[in-house]
């Protein structure tokens, strides 16, 4: 499973603390399924509409909140960004660099409860790299995590190779000479989320998680990098 975080927390915690109002939702579904939300502007790295899943489990769109950014790589060549995705995504080119080149809602834990997914022990539809049951629910509801109790959750899908922070479409040629269009839009799809996260989910003790180590974002206005 190639998984490498790549984590924003100015950009973020920018983000959530002045949501923009385009993409207001009206609250979350509070009913301990995962739910999956497309998002106006947000884009795979093919150009095809994504977006964001959550799952309020606590009864209430006030508790506890993690937003976990994914991670999986980078790319900036043709070759490199040649993801060649099979049906759930996942990228087969050997040469790829990058772990995922889509993500929607055929790919996600929609309509699912949390023992049915790899967070609660389950394996994941969207994830078949992770075949060993529970060994993603440990970083999340085993004993030593500190997420072990109730927690609403909202993972935000890393598939556009450039670090959550790119804002552009660019042409690229692959050394057997094919060229093809991809969409940096990791920034814009970052901070189209956080703005729907923001209507979904009022509260203000929100965390943000990234694949090694935790980090709690104080929730103060910061510039967002451009």
Same mark, same amino acid.
């Given at each position: 499973?190639?998984?490498?975080?790549?984590?924003?927390?100015?950009?973020?915690?920018?983000?959530?603390?002045? *949501?923009?109002?385009?993409?207001?939702?009206?609250?979350?579904?509070?009913?301990? %399924?995962?739910?999956?939300?497309?998002?106006?502007?947000?884009?795979?790295?093919?150009?095809?509409? =994504?977006?964001?899943?959550?799952?309020? @489990?606590?009864?209430?769109?006030?508790? $506890?909140?993690? %937003?976990?950014?994914?991670?999986?790589?980078?790319?900036?060549?043709?070759?490199?960004?040649?993801?060649?995705?099979?049906?759930?995504?996942?990228?087969?080119? *050997? #040469?790829? =660099?990058?772990?995922?080149?889509?993500?929607?809602?055929?790919?996600?834990?929609?309509?699912?409860?949390?023992? @049915?997914?790899?967070?609660?022990?389950? !394996?994941?539809?969207?994830?078949?790299?992770?075949?060993?049951?529970?060994?993603?629910?440990?970083?999340?509801?085993?004993?030593?995590?500190?997420?072990? @109790?109730?927690?609403? %959750?909202?993972?935000?899908?890393? !598939?556009?190779?450039?670090?959550?922070?790119?804002?552009?479409?660019?042409?690229?040629?692959?050394?057997?000479?094919?060229?093809?269009?991809?969409?940096?839009?990791?920034?814009? #799809?970052?901070? #189209?989320?956080?703005?729907? %996260?923001?209507?979904?989910?009022?509260? @203000?003790?929100?965390?943000?998680?990234?694949?090694?180590?935790?980090?709690?974002? $104080?929730?103060?206005?910061?510039?967002?990098?451009?």
């Amino acid at each position: 499973m190639k998984k490498q975080t790549w984590f924003l927390g100015a950009l973020l915690a920018a983000a959530l603390f002045f *949501p923009s109002t385009s993409n207001a939702q009206s609250g979350a579904l509070c009913d301990g %399924i995962f739910h999956w939300v497309y998002v106006a502007g947000a884009e795979n790295l093919n150009g095809s509409e =994504t977006g964001f899943e959550y799952l309020c @489990q606590t009864g209430s769109a006030t508790g $506890r909140l993690l %937003i976990y950014v994914d991670g999986g790589g980078g790319c900036w060549t043709g070759d490199s960004c040649d993801c060649q995705p099979d049906s759930n995504g996942l990228c087969t080119n *050997p #040469n790829s =660099t990058i772990s995922h080149s889509f993500f929607n809602q055929s790919t996600s834990d929609d309509g699912l409860r949390w023992a @049915q997914t790899y967070w609660g022990g389950g !394996v994941g539809a969207g994830n078949p790299d992770l075949s060993t049951p529970g060994a993603w629910a440990a970083a999340f509801a085993g004993p030593t995590s500190p997420f072990n @109790q109730n927690w609403n %959750i909202v993972f935000i899908p890393y !598939v556009t190779g450039d670090a959550h922070m790119g804002n552009t479409v660019q042409k690229l040629t692959t050394s057997g000479g094919n060229t093809y269009s991809v969409h940096f839009m990791g920034y814009r #799809n970052v901070t #189209n989320d956080l703005a729907v %996260i923001a209507s979904l989910f009022p509260q @203000q003790d929100r965390y943000l998680g990234r694949q090694r180590g935790w980090g709690r974002c $104080r929730l103060q206005p910061e510039p967002i990098p451009r």
